[in-house]
Each structure stands twice: as C-alpha cells, then as structure tokens.
C-alpha cells in the first residue's frame, strides 16, 4: 500500500493521503467489511462524505470517503472531469489494495459516481445516487448553481474571514444566526440527539479552510455546466437511485434521467422529500440503502 501516513488532524476523524498513479487523495475510512466509496457532492470534502457514512452506523462495511479534486488536500491535477475522477476513485482502490467497492454518488459527486461504474465495471459491485445530477445542467439549473456557488463561497468566506481575524463577537452573530435557521430545521430532521451534534460539527468544518474547498467548487461548476452525455447504459452494475421530489437544487428529473438509461436500477422516489432528503426523511432511505448494499455485497472479503 504506497499511502503517507501522516495525518490531518484537523476534524474529529483524522484524514490520509494515499499515493496513487494519479496523484495524491486525501481519504478517510471507518468501518471492516466490503468496501463503499463515499462521495462528496459541491462544495465538499471527505469530511462531508464520512458524516454521510456516518449517519449508516454500520460497522458491516468499510467506508471510504475521498476528498474530490480540487477540494482539500487533494490537488485538482488528479482529475478535473468526473471522467478522470472516476478513473481517480480506480486509483485509490489500487493504493488501498482493495479489488471491488461499492460507490455512493452525493449531489455534484453523481457524475463521476456514475462514470466509475461505466468505466470500471469490474472494479464496482453497487451503485447509489443521492439527490446525484445525471445530467447536463439547463440553464435555469446553471443559475441556480452559480447563485449556489455564489453564496455559498460568501458566506464560508465572510464566517471565516470574521473567524481569521479576530472578529469573534461578528462571527459568533453571523454563527448564531446560521445555526438558529438550522436548528429550526432540524427540529424535524430524523436525527438522534448525538446525530445533530454531529450535524452542527460537520456544518463549522464545512465553514473552515473555504480556501482549500474553492477550487473543487469552480471546477464542479464548470464542468457540470458543460458536461457530455454519461454512458449510462453502459453501466450494468445494482443501481439505487434515490432523490426526492421537491428537490428544487438537483430537480427530481434528473433521477428518473438516470433510471431510463440504467438497466438495473431501482428508482425509489422519496415523496416530499427535498435536497438534503437523506437527513429529514432518515428513517426512511436509510434503511433501503443499507438493505442494497447487504443484497449486494460480495460474499468475499472485504474489497
């Protein structure tokens, strides 16, 4: 395994680098069983995936959440399209030694979730999207991208800014009053207590380091304004696909895109549901995702 084995003590989970033929990717994994990537969506890092692995309390499998190109410590010259990504996830499981993963497509991480499946069949056992885009964005989904973009990168930036500078009193304002719309929220989040500190933790990481999560983000809304056509029906593997249908970020449309061109694949609506369906209808999906994986895990070791 050619892996650094320093480490980035940064979050509560500490992160890798693996030293793969594309380049160095940053990584974290929890979990012994077979192997399932975990992939962020925009803006993201491998803190973003594992919370997402997080909420499975499965200890059955082994979960390995990447941070993508450009996010992080994984430098952008890895991969720029989700095409090179994918080949990316391939090159990781080469450093880890593992032969087959499942992969887990979040959001903007969809496209390149998708393409690993079609690429390197022989290396995917199962595929899951969530809320995943499978497709060429339109032109209101671009605007509504690079106001997302937009604001996003304002608002990391300006907690993070006040944070950097000793503005303590500022920010603690412009935290709290992040966090009182959060919370309104997630008074109806199917959370468990110790699940919402989690949240909250995930959601201050996600508000640090933007610097090192700005690059990843351009280039997602870059190539996802522009993006060919993903060989859907080239993929053969188990595919879930979950999203919700009041998703206003990444329309209900492009999972049903998706289901047209997979031949096996499960599209499982989630009613009501919006973006971030995975955390407000938990007791919901979660049990159907981790009832996929166990159907189709191999039956061999891990990996």
């Not at 309390?57 to 994984?74: E, H, M, N, V």
Request: net charge positive; charged share 20%; with cysteine.
């Amino acid at each position: 395994m050619a892996e650094d084995e320093g480490r980035h003590v940064c979050y509560s989970h500490p992160s890798r680098i693996a030293a793969t033929k594309k380049g160095p990717i940053e990584y974290a994994m929890q979990g012994d069983g077979p192997a399932v990537l975990v992939i962020h969506g925009c803006p993201g890092g491998y803190d973003q995936g594992l919370i997402a692995a997080r909420l499975t309390r499965d200890p059955a499998f082994k979960f390995i959440a990447p941070s993508r190109p450009g996010y992080l410590r994984t430098p952008l010259t890895v991969g720029a399209t989700p095409e090179a990504q994918a080949d990316a996830y391939a090159a990781l499981l080469d450093a880890l030694e593992i032969r087959r993963a499942a992969i887990i497509g979040i959001s903007g991480g969809g496209p390149s979730a998708l393409h690993f499946a079609a690429r390197h069949p022989d290396r995917c056992w199962g595929v899951v999207t969530v809320s995943a885009i499978g497709k060429q964005l339109s032109a209101s989904e671009i605007d509504n991208c690079q106001s997302l973009r937009r604001r996003t990168l304002f608002t990391l930036g300006l907690f993070s800014s006040l944070l950097w500078n000793g503005a303590l009193a500022a920010a603690r304002q412009c935290l709290e009053r992040l966090l009182s719309n959060v919370k309104k929220v997630a008074t109806v989040w199917s959370f468990r207590p110790e699940e919402r500190v989690e949240f909250f933790l995930g959601l201050l990481r996600n508000c640090t380091m933007i610097s090192m999560r700005k690059a990843g983000l351009r280039n997602d809304v870059t190539q996802l304004t522009d993006m060919p056509g993903i060989p859907l029906n080239e993929i053969k593997t188990p595919t879930l696909i979950l999203h919700g249908t009041a998703d206003d970020v990444v329309p209900y449309a492009h999972a049903e895109f998706i289901a047209r061109g997979v031949a096996h694949s499960e599209l499982a609506p989630v009613r009501g549901g919006r973006h971030l369906f995975f955390a407000t209808h938990r007791e919901q999906v979660l049990p159907a995702v981790m009832e996929f994986l166990r159907r189709n895990a191999p039956m061999t070791s891990p990996g």
